[in-house]
């Protein structure tokens, strides 16, 4: 660690200075292990909760073994002081003082210090490399299986859920680890515990163990109501995060609809409950650490008690030796409660994870291999029958028979929801079957409806795993017509694009997707109605360079709705209600008056319908004279514009390599700010709580120590001295000594959870207010991944560990600095010790937290990708598989798994580091003042009040200030990363009073833009140049031009989505950025690109804000000729829609987007 920490401290960590993980702690290696240990079993595969328990065991065996060992050292060795107390008592009471007895004591008691220090640092480095191991086999085992899912068992399981079992499921079980050996070492420490308090004490002792074992009773009800507080809060979390991942997921078509609001206060609602149960489980752990502060005093008051109803002689030495074990008792009475509700906490997890890993997979033998003798045959399906839900009676696919040879070229044709996408699907072998067989023979490639595009440069997106191969790559992107899109790319093909391709239109996605198929060199090749999402003429080009002549020799099936690419197919499939009701080529089944003749006249009507209409509005036009004033653009314009774009490309393409739209996450450097400290603390009531919470636990250090020096000093050294006070004073003052500690534990543990839960209530508030607030630019350049885990991970932090981080430190300084007063006020000499230990200390801890510090940062920053990239994956997991991609992005995630490990082990072994050295110091100045104990003349100071000196020295080590400064400066950083995300730059106000329109604006239309010039964010280029056109009122303006040209952006514009650089819009001679954001979103309605369904109901999705009644619900679905569909359906206008309306056609989605204009 030493080259590591001096690094730090010169400079500011980055990871590349962080060294790499030994290859037998790497994550490909740790996850082969743990899984040849969960399959080794001959179970079908199946995962138990046992099983998955024992794997890991197993896979962590030899750091059990270890920490065992080093477990088993250190409760031995904490031992050594309390069983010696009473003869270093009597050694100093002696008359006849041999001074070697002393040293021989001293070095006994420094050997035992010694001894336990090393072994905790050794045991406590072991147990968090564990951790770090557990994790990665779980992130790793989850993620594998993420990419075999099924559908249904998506359907059942939101991402948002699968986040969470990502986040804080995996990182409890590692944490586990830490609480392992409690389950045998609390009935040791306790077993050695009475042993030694027998000697001491006789018969007292069993006292001693009732009073014990009644305060681990007392904490078993408080225990379950922990595990159903767990349980609860857990499903709040979830439900919490699958809503927040689905409104980032779709947080462009919330902003265009003006609804980014109401989501935001379901979020709320989510978190009302959600927040109820967080509030429980803080006062529950109160109570626990409550009766963690209370136990060593009420056992030693009911122990000494007993021993006064008894007439057992208690001496100095006795109670010194009995206060040195409570006090020790007080690790194993507060552990055994804690390490029960750990365990029951990790059941939970445990369980949850299992039951994911028990969902069902995809079948692997749905596809078949070929005959030999059927080399030709590349697709067969024979008597196929196929349904997404094997639980419902209705099939998605119904007798299926067809047979494609080599090089065919299959179109499949149909209304929306027939079934076309659904029979792709089934020859992916994603579509469970019921009956019949699927015979595939080659290697195959997939366009998908929806594109699914990876967050990275557009190169690695159409590679997609395969080696370059420049001639071929030029020649797919010249026949995808993507080569003047990346010339108008700052960066070329180098561009990284945002996630899910935010930054991309969908045509040039969708021509990327195409890109990578065609890249792949696969033998068959499917494609789910790719045309869709490009202009007619890019349509015509990919079909005939792509299709036809790329394509040529390869077997092909196409979904499209585009008549005119039918007569090239081989074979047309029409399809209706899941059956293929006409096969042939375009002119057999054209003349048959079937199914096919009406979805052709259909869309022929359709387009001689709109046809017309535009042919009439222009007529009139030309007629009445208005053909300059109402053209939407004028020929200067247009002039202009092609005068100004190679300028202004000429000075774009100068942007440095900061211009990329996707930036490195942020990463605060340097201190942490104690400003930051004091915002936490501040946010509740201003800090009010801050000096009553102080005062209290310095009251009750006060009290603690009144109570040992009373119980000391009014009881005799030895038997032959007469006590001072009456046995039942001793008591009484010792029980009020002891009732005015528990007030003060009971009064501080309230005040602390009741300032902290109110401080996560706020950040949360704000964090999330400034989040949807936020303009579109910054979730365009900030994958939803980074947002996710702070309102996962970090705000869990804020709930619940923060609060109980910060008492634990305030606990570790006012009992440092007491212990430290007690052995200074023995022998006044110390204090010349303590100044420079003191100093030595703080030196150390500067110089191990400039590392440390960095390396804590980059642990948060370092898991933002693994969750990203799962998220991602199980997107476009039916993709993945096509392309048998799946072991390469399997080594992408063990990759990002090693990336959090390295600094996540480095920190582990920087804080031993630390500990190892403040320990070594400690026991150094603990040794120290036994000696001056031993040199002091006798009579002095009474051997008592020397003894206690021992006694609280024992527990004497700036190992606890250290320990949990560090773990607090640590959480902090979720506190930073918050903050962080609530100082995000606003959008314009949703309401502005002055220019609030009136409520029958815009009532005419017309929409005037002037000069404008827009860009996605500050340092990328301008998108829209100096556009300058009216749209007169009443008129249906059709905007063209090639994929990328900036006709998505200029609607967007129109909503505001991006402010304008220069120039302005008019709508009714009101210029919208005058005007507050509702107004303008709320009056203006869009069909959207992408069709997006949100889960919940049908009812939901057409109605968000419930202003409408069903009446007129009903009339929407008619008019967008959903209505008969949805009648079908058992559950009407409550019918189900799953995560990202997967249940729903595209076409019907885009349908239900149709209805909500309506």
């Known amino acids: 660690m030493d080259p590591l920490l001096a690094l730090g401290y010169k400079k500011t ?55 065992t060992i080093f477990s088993i050292v250190c409760t031995l060795a904490s031992y050594v ?61 989850i993620y594998k299986k993420s990419l075999r899912l099924s559908s249904q068992s998506k359907q059942g399981h939101a991402s948002g859920e699968n986040i969470n079992l990502m986040n804080i499921d995996v990182e409890r079980i590692g944490l586990f680890s830490w609480y392992l050996h409690n389950i045998w070492r609390v009935p040791v420490q306790i077993v050695l515990a009475l042993l030694i308090l027998y000697k001491s004490l006789g018969f007292a002792s069993l006292v001693a163990f009732v009073a014990t074992v009644i305060l681990m009773l007392a904490n078993v ?117 804690d390490t029960i509700s750990m365990i029951v906490q990790t059941k939970v997890s445990l369980v949850r994870i299992t039951s994911f890993l028990c969902l069902d997979d995809l079948h692997p033998n749905i596809l078949q291999k070929p005959t030999r003798h059927d080399v030709e045959v590349t697709i067969e399906i024979v008597n196929g029958n ?54 595939l023979n080659g290697t195959k490639a997939y366009v998908a409806q929806s594109p699914w595009i990876q967050s990275g440069k557009i190169v690695d997106n159409i590679l997609f795993g395969k080696e370059m191969d420049k001639e071929r790559y030029e020649m797919i992107l010249e026949a995808c017509s993507l080569k003047k899109d990346l010339e108008l790319c700052a960066f070329g093909d180098q561009t990284i694009i945002g996630e899910r391709g935010i930054n991309l239109s969908g045509g040039q996605k969708q021509r990327i997707q195409i890109a990578r198929a065609l890249y792949h060199d696969a033998d068959i090749y499917l494609f789910d109605d790719p045309f869709s999402a490009v202009d007619a003429h890019t349509g015509t080009h990919l079909f005939k360079n792509c299709l036809l002549r790329i394509l040529d020799s390869k077997t092909l099936i196409y979904v499209t709705h585009q008549i005119e690419f039918l007569p090239s197919a081989d074979l047309i499939l029409v399809m209706r209600d899941g059956r293929i009701t006409q096969a042939g080529k375009y002119k057999e089944i054209f003349n048959l008056g079937t199914d096919f003749m009406e979805l052709v006249d259909t869309q022929k009507k359709a387009l001689a319908n709109v046809n017309s209409i535009e042919c009439g509005a222009t ?92 119980m000391v000093l009014a009881t005799p050294v030895s038997e032959d001295v007469k006590s001072h006070a009456r046995g039942s004073t001793i008591i009484f003052v010792y029980a009020g000594l002891f009732f005015g500690c528990c007030l003060c534990v009971l009064t501080r543990s309230m005040l602390i959870v009741t300032a902290g839960y109110k401080t996560a209530i706020f950040l949360f508030n704000k964090m999330h207010f400034c989040i949807f607030r936020a303009p579109l630019s910054f979730f365009d350049s900030t994958p ?107 080594n992408t995630s063990l990759k990002l798994v090693d990336g959090y490990s390295r600094p996540k082990f480095h920190i582990s072994g920087a804080i031993e580091w630390l500990c190892f050295r403040m320990d070594m110091l400690t026991s150094i100045t603990y040794a120290i003042s036994l000696v001056f104990l031993v040199l002091m003349p006798k009579g002095v100071l009474s051997p008592g009040v020397m003894g206690l000196a021992v006694t609280f020295g024992l527990s004497f080590s700036m190992y606890g200030v250290v320990w949990d400064l560090c773990g607090l400066q640590n959480k902090i950083i979720a506190v930073e990363r918050i903050l962080q995300y609530s100082r995000i730059p606003s959008e314009p106000p949703l ?138 359906k058992e559950g009407k206008l409550d019918s189900t829609v799953t995560e990202n309306g997967e249940n729903w056609s595209m076409g019907q989605r885009q349908l239900v987007c149709l209805g909500r204009i309506f």
């Open 13 to 67: 960590l980055d990871l590349e200075d962080v060294p790499q993980l030994a290859n037998c702690d790497s994550a490909s290696v740790v996850f082969a292990c743990f899984r040849n240990k969960l399959e080794s079993d001959g179970n079908g595969g199946q995962v138990s909760t046992l099983k998955l328990v024992k794997s890991l065991i197993l896979s962590t065996r030899k750091e059990i073994l270890w920490t």
């Open 619 to 710: 007529s009139d036009n030309l007629i009445n004279g208005e053909e300059d004033d109402n053209m939407p653009c004028s020929e200067k314009s247009i002039q202009d514009d092609e005068v100004k774009e190679p300028k202004a490309y000429k000075i774009e393409k100068r942007v440095g390599l900061e211009g990329q739209l996707v930036q490195e996450e942020e990463r605060e450097k340097g201190e942490v700010s104690l400003s930051l400290y004091w915002k936490y603390v501040t946010v509740v009531y201003r800090g009010a709580f801050v000096p009553f919470i102080l005062l209290a636990q310095i009251l009750f250090q006060l009290f603690h120590i009144v109570s040992c020096y009373w």
């Open 221 to 337: 009800p408080l225990g379950k109501l922990q595990e159903k507080f767990q349980r609860e809060l857990m499903g709040s979390k979830d439900q919490r995060m699958k809503v927040t991942s689905e409104a980032l997921r779709n947080i462009r078509i919330l902003k265009l609809q003006g609804w980014e609001m109401k989501f935001l206060d379901k979020i709320i609602e989510i978190r009302k409950s959600e927040t109820k149960w967080i509030k429980k489980l803080l006062y529950s752990s109160a109570m626990i650490a409550f009766v963690y502060m209370f136990a060593p005093m009420f056992v030693s008051m009911v122990t000494f008690g007993f021993c006064m109803l008894t007439r057992i002689p208690l001496e100095s030495g006795n109670i010194l030796s009995a206060l040195a074990i409570f006090e020790i008792l007080q690790v194993p009475i507060y552990n055994l409660p």
């Open 991 to 1128: 309401l502005v009073d002055e220019n609030s329109s009136n409520c029958e604006w815009p009532s005419q239309g017309k929409i005037d833009i002037i000069d404008l010039q827009v860009r996605y964010a500050p340092h990328l280029p301008l998108v829209l140049r100096g556009v300058t056109c009216t749209f007169p009122a009443g008129m249906k303006i059709g905007i063209v031009g090639r994929t990328g040209s900036g006709k998505s952006t200029l609607v967007h514009a129109l909503f505001r989505m991006f402010e304008p650089a220069t120039g302005q819009i008019l709508v009714d001679g009101i210029n919208i950025s005058k005007i507050g954001l509702h107004d303008v979103r709320s009056r203006l309605s869009i069909i959207p690109q992408d069709p997006t369904m949100f889960e919940g109901t049908l009812r939901n999705n057409l109605d968000p804000l419930e202003e409408y009644n069903d009446e007129q619900i009903w009339e929407a679905l008619d008019r967008c000729q959903l209505g008969d569909e949805v009648r079908k």
């Open 386 to 439: 196929f349904s997404w839900d094997l639980h419902s009676p209705d099939l998605t696919l119904k007798d299926i028979n067809f047979r494609v040879y080599r090089g065919m070229k299959v179109a499949v044709c149909g209304f929306v929801g027939s079934g076309k996408s659904s029979l792709l699907s089934c020859i992916l072998g994603e579509v469970p079957k019921v009956s019949g067989t699927i015979m």
């Open 784 to 890: 939803s991944g980074r947002i996710l885990n702070r309102a996962s991970i970090d705000q869990s932090s804020v709930d619940t560990s923060i609060p109980h981080q910060i008492e634990a430190l305030l606990i570790s300084i006012i009992e440092f600095l007491g212990t430290a007063l007690v052995i200074s006020q023995v022998a006044w000499q110390m204090l010349l010790v303590f100044i420079p230990i003191t100093m030595a200390c703080i030196w150390y801890q500067q110089y191990y937290t400039s590392a440390a510090r960095e390396l804590s940062r980059m642990t948060g920053v370092c898991q933002t990708p693994i969750i990203q990239h799962f998220s991602e994956s199980s997107l476009g997991s039916a993709t993945i598989r096509c392309f048998n991609q799946e072991e390469r992005f399997m």
């Open 81 to 141: 002081g309390p069983y010696l107390i009473g003869v270093f008592i009597q050694y100093l009471n002696s008359p006849h003082q041999q001074k070697y007895q002393g040293y021989s004591l001293v070095f006994i008691f420094f050997l035992s210090k010694l001894l336990r220090c090393a072994s905790e640092r050794l045991l406590f480095f072991q147990l968090r490399k564990m951790g770090i191991t557990v994790r990665a086999a779980l992130f790793s085992i």
